[in-house]
């Protein structure tokens, strides 16, 4: 059994349930807060529990791994939300649904696109899990392939993909999000670099925190954030800087957080269960029109999360059962 970090269930519990809120709310200065991290915080955790693979039977292994716990819950929700979007939309016919769950799947977008004249829907959420799908096997494969021990060499290639992400995305938005795949890896890296310079992190953290904070400040003040799944990369590389400095502020925030008893347990409990409110999540965004309800949006926002977060461990306790 591998020993769960609390400080990362405490910030995927925070990020996922920012996801839902900020997915509720208009776009406004909070909007801007959340998706100035939110979404690089998930691949930075998920990079820095990552360990090396040590021969084609482990990368064997990761991938059975992968398919059951990502790319299955995927395909499930996927096409669950193509039956929702396709009832609303369309008039029933069998084939054409079929048809019209097979051009989601080989798109796998969250936003809806036009690709060399094809029209292509939304599909909700759920796109993250295909990306980071793609992000982990390749992940892998670079680091069994082409492992190099210098860290300089290292550095350079993961920028030079997270580039190529940025400046693809800017052009085309290429099937199953694989622009943002590169800029997935970069995060991972990131993430991976962060755990094996961790000791001398903590002992320097006053100070990167400080200005981490200063760098993440000055960029909200000029509303600067990154989106992406709409490929939205402000000031260019600025936006990434900014989610790296903001990620290792909400880190350190849920270091914190782990001292307060109550919000530990539930924002742990929660974060231990994020792929299924995900996927709770992105089957709800195409039921319900939430921002309809005749309620303040921030009490909206709030009640759905509830709604989200309780209906996602009632499938958790049926699954564990």
């Keep these: 059994m591998i020993k769960r970090i609390d400080w990362i269930d405490i910030a995927k519990g925070l990020a996922i349930v920012l996801m839902v809120i900020g997915h509720t709310i208009p776009n406004n200065h909070f909007i801007t807060l959340i998706f100035s991290f939110h979404m690089p915080l998930f691949i930075i955790l998920s990079g ?3 360990k090396l693979p040590k021969d084609k039977c482990d990368l064997l292994t990761r991938l059975k791994k992968y398919i059951k716990k990502i790319l299955f819950p995927y395909l499930i929700i996927l096409f669950i939300c193509s039956i929702i979007i396709f009832y609303k939309n369309y008039d029933w016919n069998f084939l054409n649904f079929i048809k019209f769950f097979i051009k989601n799947l080989l798109w796998g977008n969250g936003t809806g696109y036009t690709f060399f004249g094809i029209d292509f829907v939304n599909i909700g959420p759920i796109w993250f899990l295909v990306t980071l799908f793609f992000s982990k096997i390749i992940f892998d494969l670079i ?12 550095i350079i290639i993961y920028c030079f993909l997270l580039l190529s992400g940025i400046e693809i995305g800017l052009s085309v938005w290429l099937p199953q999000n694989f622009d943002i795949v590169l800029v997935f890896l970069f995060y991972l890296y990131v993430g991976y670099l962060f755990k094996q310079y961790y000791d001398k992190i903590k002992i320097n953290k006053t100070i990167l925190f400080l200005v981490s904070f200063m760098i993440w ?19 260019y590389i600025l936006s990434v800087i900014e989610s790296l400095c903001a990620s290792y502020c909400i880190i350190e925030l849920c270091k914190i957080l782990c001292k307060t008893k109550f919000v530990k347990k539930t924002l742990m409990n929660i974060g231990k269960i994020s792929i299924i409110i995900l996927c709770v999540h992105s089957i709800e965004c195409f039921l319900i029109d939430w921002k309809a309800l ?11 999360t509830i709604v989200v977060v309780l209906i996602s461990f009632l499938f958790y306790v049926i699954k564990k059962e």
Aim: charged share 20%; net charge positive; with cysteine.
């Design 294 to 304: 005749p309620l303040n949006i921030y009490i909206v926002a709030l009640f759905r």
């Design 48 to 50: 820095f529990v990552y």
């Design 143 to 154: 680091n069994y392939k082409f492992g190099y021990d210098d860290l300089k060499i290292n």
């Design 217 to 235: 400040g000055i960029c909200l003040g000029f509303n600067l954030n990154i989106e992406l799944v709409v490929r939205k990369y402000p000031f």
